[in-house]
Structure formats: C-alpha cells, structure tokens
C-alpha cells in the first residue's frame, strides 16, 4: 500500500510526538504497537462497507501502521503506512481515501517542518 516517508533530526520523542499529534487533530486515534511502532484508525470500517462511496471524507475508514527506524547518521526515518484502500467504496471510495491519505501526509510534514525536524520526505 502507499506511504510517506520522513527523515527527521533531532530527539526522536520530539517527532514521534508531533507525528502522533497531527494525526490526532485529524482525527484518527493512535494505538501504539511498539517502542518504535503504533497503528492510526479514522472513522468507521461499518460506515464505510455500508454506506460505500456515500460515508464521506470524515466517515472514511483509514487506518496507517507507523513504523521508526534509526539511521546510522543518527536520523530517525518515520514511516506512515496506508492499511486501507478504500476500496469498500468502490472507486469512489478508493479515491477518497486516497485524497485523504494525501492531506494526512501533507499535514504530517508541514507539522514536522515547522517543529524544525524534518530532514526531508518522499512517498513509498
């Protein structure tokens, strides 16, 4: 499935937190897996097999899977990783979903940009 990646610097508690943080205020809620890892899930997997393409942007079932690794270089690359396609939607849904994953992205490094971590960032 699609991913961000982003190299940050810095402490990596700091990143983590921003990176949690800006998920939050897009509404997905966090469940941490692991030291270096933890699952983001917004809106209603029901919703969105049911009402299809019809659940909406905020009623769109994503999930991300968030996995750190450290670099030699001292780096910290944090990975946000699609579960979900959206595919119960149909093209429709796949759509949203992916329009959504994109401003989740987007929002993630504009967050990390302005804490002065981010090194730099690409898609998976």
Do not use: P
């Amino acid at each position: 499935m699609a991913g961000f990646r982003f190299m940050t610097t810095g402490d990596y508690l700091v990143a983590r937190d921003v990176v949690y943080t800006t998920l939050q205020n897009q509404g997905f809620t966090i469940e941490v897996t692991g030291d270096w890892s933890a699952r983001a899930e917004r809106g209603s997997q029901g919703a969105s097999i049911l009402l299809g393409a019809f659940s909406g942007k905020s009623g769109r079932h994503l999930v991300l899977d968030i996995a750190s690794t450290s670099e030699a270089s001292g780096n910290v690359v944090i990975a946000l990783t699609a579960a979900t396609s959206g595919m119960s939607g149909g093209l429709i849904g796949m759509s949203q979903a992916k329009k959504a994953y994109k401003e989740t992205y987007d929002a993630v490094g504009t967050a990390l940009q302005a804490a002065g971590v981010l090194v730099n960032s690409q898609a998976l």
